[in-house]
């Protein structure tokens, strides 16, 4: 399967809930609103980590308006970047 990620600074209005968001291609989007770092600088580490370590189809976009991040994915993927997030998303 061939990894796609996607960056991307948005500036527009999105969904504002925290749960997962099945789609029609069988993969989920969850939101992640920050608290103490940069959504893009977030997205970025993120991109290069999946991009290393991934052979999933991994989408990564940071709303630098809101300070959150947007992933679409599998279940999986969705549970690992959750972790990570967590992992950085500190004081």
């Known amino acids: 399967m061939k990894k796609l990620l996607t960056i991307a600074m948005v500036s527009a209005t999105i969904f504002s809930c925290s749960t997962n968001r099945p ?6 989007s969850r939101y992640f609103r920050l608290q103490h770092v940069d ?4 997205a970025r580490t993120l991109a290069r980590e999946e991009k290393k370590s991934s052979s999933a189809v991994v989408e990564i976009v940071a709303d630098v308006r809101t300070n959150s ?3 679409k ?6 549970l690992r970047v959750d972790r990570r997030i967590r ?3 500190v004081p």
């Open 73 to 78: 994915g599998s279940k999986e993927d969705l």
């Open 23 to 28: 789609s029609d291609d069988g993969l989920d």
């Open 39 to 42: 959504a893009d600088q977030v």
């Open 87 to 89: 992992d950085l998303d």
């Open 69 to 71: 991040i947007i992933v």
